[in-house]
């Protein structure tokens, strides 16, 4: 008995194609997440960075797309300040934007809550002096509070 092969013809494209579908993954996260990443300094200042993907502003401020999605507590006390925009920046993928909050080293915590009607999942990228980055990943209307000492 005689297994069938795919023709010489399609046996070079099998690879492109494979490559094809890894990439289109591969960068399909950043659609499906919202993304922030909490950097902690060795003095116990930092800040928090939200990545955010320009069409998501459709058209509202940075303001109204952090409330719309996010609430971001220091301490005891709900995030109040103004952010730091950088358009620019080396790390940021083509279309992207940050806005930044600085913290202080009094700051004892930080808590994320993603807001239940969000449209997108939360990663939450956390990284120390020292030690590997860790990840939370947190579903619309899940919380998570991050102790800094």
């Not at 990439?23 to 800040?47: K, M, N, P, T």
């Not at 797309?65 to 300040?81: M, Q, S, T, V």
């Not at 120390?128 to 209307?141: A, E, H, I, V």
């Amino acid at each position: 008995m005689r297994i069938q092969t795919l023709p010489n013809l399609v046996k070079p494209i099998l690879p492109v194609f494979a490559f094809l579908v890894v990439c289109f993954q591969a960068d399909a996260h950043f659609e499906l997440y919202h993304r922030i990443e909490v950097r902690i300094e060795a003095e116990g200042s930092g800040w928090v960075e939200v990545l955010i993907h320009e069409t998501d502003l459709a058209g509202s401020g940075i303001d109204a797309y952090l409330e719309k999605n996010f609430a971001i507590r220091i301490g005891n006390n709900p995030l109040d300040a103004e952010p730091v925009v950088d358009r620019t920046g080396t790390e940021l993928p083509d279309g992207y934007l940050s806005a930044s909050f600085a913290f202080s080293p009094q700051v004892e915590s930080l808590g994320f809550r993603l807001l239940s009607d969000s449209a997108k999942r939360l990663l939450l990228v956390v990284t120390r002096p020292g030690s590997f980055p860790k990840t939370r990943d947190l579903p619309p209307g899940d919380e998570f509070e991050l102790q800094l000492r």
